[in-house]
């Protein structure tokens, strides 16, 4: 983890070492204390979260204690009891499935940030995930070269 997170920094760094622009828009978690680079639009806020989990956790958290209290309320108990009653009869719908694995999200939606203000226009969370899965295939292409070519060479020099 600790790797991850250097190897995170040396990138961010050399970011804005080629957009000193985007110096502006550093800031630092509020609940981790990690720097990451957030919307021009909150340049200057020192209440953010970062986009690893911890503003997620931290909208989760909210939500849990505002739904608590409003059930702790008179109006808000006779509300839950009509819910179980209703959630007894009848099942949960079946949750489609999501070409994004759910915990990666916060990631991507981060990277969409990062390349916007590194490109300085929108990009939008597919043009992200094409790009990540051309860089794969990319990768896989390039290994697989290699392994012909190791191949080849075997073929002409036996061992
Ligand atoms: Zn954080």
């Known amino acids: 983890m600790a790797s991850l997170v250097l190897s995170y920094y040396v990138v961010l ?27 021009p ?12 989990g911890c503003s997620r956790a931290h909208r989760q ?9 409003y059930y702790r ?6 509300k839950k009891q009509a819910l179980n009653t209703r959630r007894r009869k009848t099942p949960a719908p079946p949750v489609p499935p ?3 694995p759910p915990g990666l999200r916060p990631f991507l939606q981060y990277v969409c940030v990062m ?3 590194i490109e300085g226009r929108p990009v939008g969370l597919w043009e992200v995930i094409e790009m990540l899965e051309r860089t794969v295939r990319q990768h896989r292409m390039v290994r697989t070269r ?3 070519q190791s191949v080849a ?7």
Do not use: M, Y
């Not at 639009?41 to 690893?52: E, H, I, K, S």
């Not at 309320?73 to 006779?78: A, W």
């Open 41 to 52: 639009r909150n340049a200057g806020r020192q209440d953010l979260g970062c986009p690893f």
């Open 13 to 39: 760094r050399s970011v804005l070492r080629i957009k000193p622009e985007l110096r502006k828009c550093l800031a630092r978690c509020r609940h981790c204390g990690i720097f990451f680079l957030s919307d």
């Open 115 to 117: 390349v916007g203000l």
């Open 61 to 69: 958290r909210q939500s849990t204690q505002r739904s608590v209290a």
């Open 98 to 100: 999501s070409p994004v």
């Open 73 to 78: 309320e008179p109006e808000g108990r006779v």
């Open 146 to 148: 290699r392994i012909d």
């Open 153 to 159: 060479w075997l073929n002409e020099q036996p061992p």
